[in-house]
């Protein structure tokens, strides 16, 4: 079914329009307080905005662009909400609790055990349905929470950061899991993961000040950023300027690369660039012509094994042997270098 959702709340200064395809998985990435649970909230019927229309395939979720308006409420929406934490109900078994969607939907005492069997099979706590939620592991409890989201046969699974609570050992599994249950099924999932974005959507919005700023296929929008928040996901520099004959102007002098779009002069463009790929001279380095970009540097940071340096939008990983042989501090000023074939301009 084709999702269609538009809405404004003027309180949290949200507008924002967006559609799914029949069986697609939309990632929603964007900073703190950027309007991604509100969005989630919205659609799921637990907060009302000012104006907009919502609607599943035929189905109107809310519509109050007009006169006469339309609210249904949670609960007969189709959607189900897998937050963060599991919430499972702690009085009740594992089975029970998988049970309760079916149940409350009109199911009888057996079918609904027999459909929640179902789905803890299909998320790998079968051998957990005798249990009580406080015997479970985090991850077990937030795969059963899966499983009792999707015995309700919602037509829109809403995912708020269903891997934000778990540890680095069950979030690949619960990822993986997700990968599987998600597949040819309307989602909607907030992450700050860029592993996420890539494995679970067919598309990826990026929201900022409760606005969506780029939106497109996962592999486009993370492989050709267009905001300095998606390129921080990618692990990428963005740097914007105006295209030039031998590449693009920029506030740290004249970048060339690889272009991967017909430039005029004139044009905005972006050059994106990996940190590990730059280096940093106190001095112009000799030999074969690079891309040379001075800035100060603003930030020191730990980053893995390397040292990032930063310089406004500007990034680099160096070795801490490297650092303390230029003696960087913030302040001073810097030359950063890398090769032309390093870098992609594309039009923004």
């Given at each position: 079914m084709t999702i269609h959702f538009e809405a404004a709340l003027k309180a949290r200064n949200f507008d924002v329009t967006l559609e799914l395809a029949p069986g697609e998985t939309l990632a929603v990435l964007g900073p703190n307080g950027a309007g991604k649970s509100t969005l989630l909230a919205i659609m799921a019927g637990l907060l009302r905005p000012d104006s907009g229309r919502?609607?599943?395939?035929?189905?109107?979720?809310?519509d109050l662009s007009g006169a006469r308006t339309h609210w249904m409420a949670p609960h007969e929406r189709g959607t189900a909400l897998l937050a963060q934490e599991p919430l499972l109900f702690p009085h009740l078994s594992v089975l029970e609790n998988v049970a309760f969607g079916p149940r409350s939907k009109g199911g009888t005492a057996a079918?609904?055990?027999?459909?929640a069997r179902?789905?803890?099979a299909a998320t790998d706590t079968e051998s957990l349905a005798a249990r009580r939620p406080g015997e479970l592991s985090g991850g077990q409890a937030q795969r059963v929470a899966v499983a009792r989201a999707l015995a309700a046969g919602p037509d829109l699974l809403l995912?708020?950061?269903?891997?934000?609570?778990?540890?680095i050992h069950a979030a690949p599994l619960m990822r993986r899991l997700l990968k599987r249950v998600l597949e040819g099924r309307n989602a909607i999932i907030i992450t700050h993961d860029v592993l996420d974005a890539l494995m679970l959507a067919d598309k990826v919005v990026v929201m900022e000040h409760g606005r969506i700023t780029e939106a497109g296929p996962s592999r486009d929008v993370l492989g050709r950023p267009?905001?300095?928040?998606?390129?921080?996901?990618?692990?990428?520099?963005?740097i914007a300027g105006t295209a030039h004959r031998e590449g693009i102007d920029t506030p740290y002098g004249l970048i060339s690369g690889i272009h991967e779009d017909e430039l005029r002069e004139g044009?905005?463009?972006a050059?994106?660039?990996?940190?590990?790929a730059v280096s940093v001279y106190l001095d112009p380095p000799h030999g074969s012509p690079r891309n040379l970009l001075r800035a100060t540097v603003t930030d020191l940071e730990p980053h893995g094994d390397a040292i990032r340096v930063r310089a406004r939008d500007l990034a680099a990983d160096i070795t801490p042997a490297a650092l303390a042989e230029l003696g960087l501090v913030p302040g001073a000023e810097a030359c950063f270098v890398l090769?032309?074939?390093a870098v992609t301009i594309y039009a923004t």
């Open positions: 919502a609607s599943i395939g035929e189905r109107t979720l809310f079918e609904s055990r027999a459909t179902q789905w803890l995912l708020d950061e269903p891997m934000a609570a778990l540890d267009r905001s300095r928040f998606a390129a921080g996901l990618a692990g990428l520099n963005l044009d905005l463009a050059a994106a660039f990996p940190p590990s090769k032309a074939t």
